[in-house]
């Protein structure tokens, strides 16, 4: 499972033209209501875009075969779209009644940029009878709200966590940090001449929100009803100076590099630390010993908010088979197939069927991030900020030694710009 990144937007003002009301009415309407199916269900089918290859083969023929079950023989076509391509395919598709799937899977960062535009189908009344409260993460309900409705729910997530070398950590006598403030601390200390303490580029902005929210700061906020970049703040300050002093003196890792395959480092001896989402376990060499643990709050007992990977299932405003793609939503969050995700590693968005993921180490550092996780700010123009790499920018100015106080300033101006 990865944090998937968006893909750039150029025509994101397009999209909304065409899936939007122009008539002066609301603009999360679409400017005509989807058309009423007139067969029976043994008749129809729908389709359903997943994207990469997370839901895998046998995942998806239990869905085909318990779609047709359940609905009396109406039939579930999967097509499997690339990251690459499913922003601009949702584009092209979404508007149109006869291209578009009825179901689709999206990255939880992408969601605010289709829902603020009357893309997807509301979903709020439907909620209760997928989990209610226990659908979650709630930073994945929140990325596919908007104006108080719920047009994306949560698929499945894969939390951030940190992995740990356990023999160096015994023979430097380091134990495992119980604060943000000893995490701080044993990356410097496990670094020497030829091993960073804690892998982390210059340019892994994602691994470094788990400072700034754990410091209580913020990439940006709304204020007098406008975005505003929150870089700047006492916190958000705090938090960059920590990270800083980590770039500086606990990682050899590049000033210049991106949260590439951290645990080759960690594989060669190069690194005590990283951070990744849980799946990295499989990419650590058998022959080295590791543990992991959930990045630690400012408080012992406490743990930071990080940022999960991840993806949200919505309904196209535009499918003829609204029924149908709600019955497939249902059999999604059903306990035989929560029991699926779960067991091929990716977290359940029923939080009831957490504990199926085992109770090891990682399967309760993967829940305990989980739990504490946020995404970036929910505005439709925060494509732009991925797409500028304005956030990759501003930390490896950070990482470069750069001022931080005119770093944060500059970069809050241009957060000003790029989500309003």
Known sequence: MKIHKIAALGAVAALALTACSTDGGSSDKPTTAAPKPTAPASERSITFWVAGTDTNDDMRKWLADTFKEKTGGATLKIEQIEWSELVPRLQTALPNAEQT??????????APTFTSVGA????????????GDKVGPKSFVEAG????????????????YVFYNTEVFEKEGVKVPTTLAELNEAAKKLTTDDRSGLWLPGQDWRNGLFWLFANGGEIAKVDGGKWVGALSSPESQKALAQ?????TNGTHAPKDGLDE????????GDSAMFVAPGWARWSVKEDVKFAPFAVPGVEAGTYAAGLAGGSNLAIS????????????LKIIYSEEFQTQLAKNGMGPAVSEFNSLMGDDAFAKAAIASAENSKLTPGSPGWASVEAAKLMEETFGKIAAGGDIVAIAKDADARLGEMLN
């Open 243 to 247: 990270v800083q002093d980590i770039f």
């Open 261 to 268: 395959e951290p645990w080759v480092p960690f594989n060669e």
């Open 317 to 328: 405003a535009k499918s003829a088979n609204q029924d149908l793609a709600t019955e497939l």
């Open 120 to 131: 997807f189908s509301d979903l709020t009344a439907l909620l209760p009878d997928l989990g």
């Open 101 to 110: 799937p009825d179901l689709v899977e999206i990255g939880n960062t992408q």
């Open 145 to 160: 709200s908007y104006d108080g409705k719920l047009y994306a729910v949560p698929y499945y997530w894969g939390s951030r």
